[in-house]
């Protein structure tokens, strides 16, 4: 199948399955098409069986190798989605909030991983199937980050507090960088590939890739925004967002830096005040309709793909029980990284723990750790953690995604989210 097939094929699904999702669910439109992709994938695996003449999931997983989603989405996606979250940021509300966000994105995300490593560690043998801690610390680091693709869509719709919504946001922009960092360490110890490295080696690469990430995508724009100063043409201001979301990711890449990190710095400084000084509000107005429209469709498509990648897993007794077990285990490690990690704030000012509840309830995971669960190695412990990362990935999404409102409401009266 050519490029411009497989494009329309992805296209035409995407868009019949949002038309579905509005005369029936109803549901926010990415949420929709990941129901609907994944009522078809599980209506395939079901009737396959049942069809020995023909091999349904075939077509289907030629299409899904065609794309590989983690090379798509990781080495390409990611920059613009990034850099469409982060625009959305207000810079002024994060700056206030910048020390939260900084213990959330890394000290939570260290303490999401190692908690959940050894809560799985020990409920991994009780359901009658053994995995190493190393591979434990690998299954952490996949689900510790927040998925900014998810979060970011999620506060769209939500009347939250605007300097909660920054630390919701910033949280999920840094800790998915964060994350990625940490998921390529320990992803070399399990495998071996990395044996003999030490503590001190590992700091330092966490380092150059977080700090000189934050660096360069603070230097890349500035630079655009001083090239786009003094003209007021839409296009150029587009076109130049778009090479410098690009352009950003795949330099850092090459440098050996955290492009996700960077871009997401980037895409911070079209935020800023300097940057409103440059663009007038009916260039700013453009720039922000032609960006929303770019993270709408690509959004539309990685859920769509999220949900056709469950026909990637084979269905076990143990990964299922294991399944339920993560799910429950993930909300409280998550709860209890976020509540340490910002254990000072909480001492000042516990507001009867309704932060506390909005993050750990709004904790979504999404492409990116399916992403990186299926980059993992073939192998068994493959075939057994990626239905695990899957199910909270696709619980998260649909049973958090879609009551976040309902317990925003709770927690939240209407003229408190002004």
């Known amino acids: 199948m050519d490029t411009i097939s497989l494009l329309a094929l992805l296209l035409t699904f995407s868009a019949g399955f949002s038309i579905l999702n509005y005369h029936t669910l109803r549901a926010p439109v990415t949420i929709g098409v990941l129901i609907f992709s994944m009522l078809i994938s599980l209506l395939i695996m079901i009737l396959n069986p049942l069809i020995p003449a023909y091999d349904l999931q075939a077509l289907p997983r030629s299409v899904l190798g065609a794309i590989n989603l983690p090379a798509a989405l990781l080495n390409g996606a990611l920059s613009l989605l990034l850099f469409a979250g982060a625009m959305q940021v207000d810079v002024g509300h994060l700056r206030t909030k910048l020390a939260s966000v900084t213990a959330l994105s890394i000290i939570g995300t260290v303490l999401a991983v190692a908690l959940l490593a050894g809560a799985a560690w020990c409920v991994f043998p009780l359901l009658g199937h053994a995995v190493p801690f190393t591979w434990c610390i690998v299954l952490g680091a996949i689900l510790a980050p927040t998925d900014p693709v998810s979060v970011v869509g999620m506060l769209k719709r939500l009347g939250l507090p605007g300097p909660l919504q920054a630390v919701f946001a910033g949280e999920s922009l840094f800790n998915d960088g964060v994350g990625v960092v940490i998921f390529g360490v320990t992803i070399g110890l399990a495998t071996g590939d990395s044996h003999g490295v030490t503590a001190s080696e590992i700091a330092l690469s966490f380092c150059r890739e977080a700090l000189g990430g934050g660096l360069l995508g603070a230097l890349t724009g500035g630079i655009a925004l001083r090239v786009l100063k003094g003209q007021r043409d839409p296009h150029i201001d587009l076109l130049t967002s778009l090479a410098l979301a690009t352009g950003t990711f795949s330099i850092a890449n090459q440098l050996g830096m955290s492009g996700a990190i960077a871009v997401v710095v980037a895409g911070l400084c079209f935020g800023t005040s300097y940057s409103h000084a440059i663009f007038d509000e009916a260039s700013r107005k453009e720039l922000d309709i032609a960006w929303t429209l770019i993270d709408e469709v690509l959004n539309v498509l990685l859920f769509m793909l999220i949900g056709f990648e469950i026909l990637e897993i084979t269905p076990r007794l143990f ?69 695990v990362c899957y199910g909270v990935v696709g619980f998260t999404i649909i049973v958090q995604g879609l009551t976040m409102e309902r317990v925003v409401r709770r927690l939240y009266s209407s003229h408190e989210g002004a």
């Open 319 to 387: 990964t299922v029980l294991a399944t339920l077990a993560v799910i429950p285990l993930s909300i409280a490690v998550r709860a209890l990284s976020v509540l340490l990690s910002t254990l000072p704030v909480h001492l000042r000012q516990w507001e009867r723990g309704r932060v506390l509840g909005i993050l750990t309830w709004g904790g979504l995971r999404g492409g990116i750790s399916v992403s990186l669960a299926l980059g993992l190695p073939p192998g068994d412990l493959r075939d057994l953690l990626l239905p």
